[in-house]
Each structure stands twice: as C-alpha cells, then as structure tokens.
T-cell receptor, first 111, second 112 residues
C-alpha cells in the first residue's frame, strides 16, 4: 500500500462548480499537510499548508484534514478556467522531514 | 523577492554522461531539497540539505549526489545517466527545513 493515495482523475467540471479533491494516507505519523497546484511543465505552487487536523480557508480554497480517518480534502469554490491544473497533495511527519506526494489529480474547468 | 530559481530549464544528455543541476533558494531560506518528478507521478524525494549538511536521502542510487554551498545554493549531480533518469528535477527551499516548502520551476532533463 502506498503511503499517500490520490485519484489521478481526470476531473472535468463546468465553470463556477465546487470542486472536491481528496487524498488518503496510511502513515499516522504525518502531521503537516499541503496542497500544491502544478500547471503543465511548471513547478508545483504551494496553495495551502495545514498542521494537524482541522480546516483552513484562503479565498476560494478550503483545506480539511481528518487525522482520525487519515483523509484530507481541498475544496475550490466558484471554480475558474484558470484553476485547470494538476493538484498534488503532500504530507510530512515533521517539520524537517521529507514531503511525500500523491500522484496528483488533473482538473479541467470548462468555460 | 525572487522565488526559487533553477538552472538550466531544459537539458538533453546522452546515456552515460554526467549532469549538474543548480538551485538558488529563496533569500533567508537555509534548507534545500531535491525531488524527481516523472511524467504522471508526484515528486519523489532525493535529498535534503540544511546549513550545508545532508539531512535526508531518498531511495536513489549512489549515482545521485548533491551539495549545498555557504550561500545556501545547491547542486544536484547525476552520473552515468540512464534513460530512466529523464524527468523534471525540482528544487524546493524552506525556512529551517520546515515542511512549508516552495518549489522552483524545475529542470527538465531528457536522456537520449
């Protein structure tokens, strides 16, 4: 079993839809949870950074962490065509530990 | 402020050759990590350096090596290139090695 599982999609939604992206993980030692957005042939861009459980909101983006279920989510409200990208979840056991990534979910928002 | 910068952006090498990739972290960041991303996969951890010392190494062969300089910039070296080394190589910097890591644009290496 992989440490981090992420459905690669692809996921296609109409403009304005609410998008839900998810990852599950197996290692209960993970404490730091990140979401990155990666446009084609570019480096990942950090969107959300969360420590331990709970919710975090930043504009149209909301990150949720449920450590009891080993499940994290990213919600995108009022999705835009510019949100079309691959979304990567990443997590770490501790502050100075390596990041472990999911495979990424490819999202297309259609005008 | 400038973000993480990597050079070169693209590179084509022949099997068996050696390659050096370079990374300059965000100003004030003392930790640099290297990741390899093959098409359709998430990045895989190669190395982490903090204050010029190796803090971690991923499951990569000894053909991969890295170092960090006094100005916190870093180089990744890969010897005896294989076709399977073709990938996007990403550098990430963070403050004190914390998980909140910021990535550069990457170097796309093609081995032919």
């Amino acid at each position: 079993q992989k440490e981090v599982e992420q459905d690669p999609g692809p996921l296609s939604v109409p403009e304005g839809a609410i998008v839900s992206l998810n990852c599950t993980y197996s290692n209960s030692a993970f404490q730091y949870f990140m979401w990155y957005r990666q446009y084609s042939r570019k480096g990942p861009e950090l969107l959300m950074y969360t420590y331990s459980s709970g919710n975090k909101e930043d504009g149209r983006f909301t990150a949720q962490v449920d450590k009891s279920s080993k499940y994290i989510s990213l919600f995108i409200r009022d999705s835009q065509p510019s949100d079309s990208a691959t979304y990567l979840c990443a997590m770490s056991k501790g502050g100075s530990e390596k990041l472990v990534f999911g495979k990424g979910t490819k999202l297309t928002v259609n005008p | 402020d400038a973000g993480v910068t990597q050079s070169p952006t693209h590179l084509i090498k022949t099997r068996g050759q050696q390659v050096t990739l370079r990374c300059s972290p965000i100003s004030g960041h003392k930790s640099v990590s290297w990741y390899q991303q093959v098409l359709g996969q998430g990045p895989q951890f190669i190395f982490q350096y903090y204050e010029k010392e190796e803090r971690g190494r991923g499951n990569f062969p000894d053909r991969f090596s890295a170092r960090q300089f006094p100005n916190y910039s870093s180089e990744l070296n890969v010897n005896a290139l294989l076709l399977g080394d073709s990938a996007l190589y990403l550098c990430a910097s963070s403050l004190k090695g914390y998980a909140e890591a910021f990535f550069g644009q990457g170097t796309r290496l093609t081995v032919v």
